[in-house]
């Protein structure tokens, strides 16, 4: 795979949530919140996230203590009009952009959060 | 649609109700908490000890500094604070707990309310804020926020329709 290649869409991609003081998560579902899905302005308005197949659950977390980890298929991203470009970095080579967010749509991050599923680690 | 506020202060008004005591008591126990707190006094026959909390917890987001999320995300902003903890006092008067907050990476601050499947996130940026509902089937709608929408949304919230 290179560089830019898009994500099958059966793919699933990983994406750590900070959860030091839970900012991220609700409490009471331990689902987080759609603020853990929405671009940083460094990443010029795509989402960083970890392609499954080329890494683990415990590499792709990095800090157990200060993330935690969720799943979601690419087709998921697709069907909001998302796009899923692989993006290998030299310290991690499952990194992937999800690109083409449009910052008016506030609803893309809610439905990703909701979708997504914590991959256990223990 | 506006009864709804209208009901709320008129369900306040009369003393010494089991619900008007509980709050007083509520408010008791806030003032003794800290003294420091300038808003337990302005609101206290008002604000519910869970949505203070909440507020408390809103105002804590201005100590986080850049990349706070070590994600690259930004100082929340203090008018995003500003303007959620002023929603959060109005939604109060509708007798509704907030749901829970989050800051944003963007500067912002994320208002969540919910009543079983239906969740509505009022997401206070800067210069602008923004509505999404989200019921049992998913995604349902968003726009703008503006004040003049907040009996339809809590509506929208409550109802079962």
Redesign the interface.
């Known amino acids: 795979m290179n560089k830019g290649d898009a994500i099958r869409p059966d793919e699933f991609l990983l994406r750590?949530v900070?959860r030091v003081d839970r900012?991220?998560i609700?409490?009471?579902t331990g689902r987080p919140?759609?603020?853990a899905f929405?671009?940083?302005?460094?990443?010029n308005g795509s989402l960083?996230v970890d392609l499954k197949i080329l890494t683990t659950p415990i590499k792709a977390i990095i800090d157990i203590e200060?993330f935690r980890l969720f799943e979601f298929m690419a087709h998921s991203a697709y069907s909001l009009g998302l796009e899923c470009k692989y993006d290998p970095l030299d310290d991690n080579v499952a990194h992937t952009l999800i690109t083409g967010f449009d910052p008016e749509?506030?609803?893309v991050p809610?439905?990703l959060a909701?979708i997504s599923k914590e991959v256990l680690l223990r | 649609m506006q009864s709804l506020l209208r009901k709320k202060i008129e369900y306040q008004v009369p003393a010494y109700s089991s619900q008007t005591s509980l709050r007083f008591r509520q408010a008791e126990g806030i003032l003794s908490l800290s003294q420091s707190n300038a808003i337990a006094v302005g609101f206290l026959n008002v604000l519910s000890s869970s949505n203070y909390h909440e507020i408390l917890r809103v105002k804590s987001y201005a100590s986080l500094a850049d990349n706070?999320?070590?994600?690259?995300?930004?100082q929340v902003s203090s008018t995003a604070i500003e303007n959620a903890v002023a929603f959060i006092k109005r939604i109060d008067q509708y007798d509704i707990q907030v749901y829970?907050t989050?800051?944003?990476?963007?500067g912002?601050v994320?208002v969540?309310l919910k009543n079983d499947a239906r969740e509505i996130?009022f997401?206070f940026y800067p210069s602008k804020a923004?509505?999404?509902l989200?019921n049992a089937a998913?995604?349902f709608k968003?726009g703008v926020y503006a004040d003049v929408m907040l009996d339809d949304l809590i509506n929208w919230l409550l109802s079962n329709e």
Not at chain 1, 38 to 43: C, L, Q, V
């Open positions: 750590r900070f900012r991220f609700d409490l009471k919140t759609s603020r929405a671009p940083r302005p460094k990443d960083s200060r749509d506030e609803s809610g439905i909701r | 706070w999320d070590s994600y690259g995300a930004e829970l989050s800051p944003g990476p963007n912002e994320m969540q996130e997401v923004k509505y999404v989200f998913g995604f968003q």
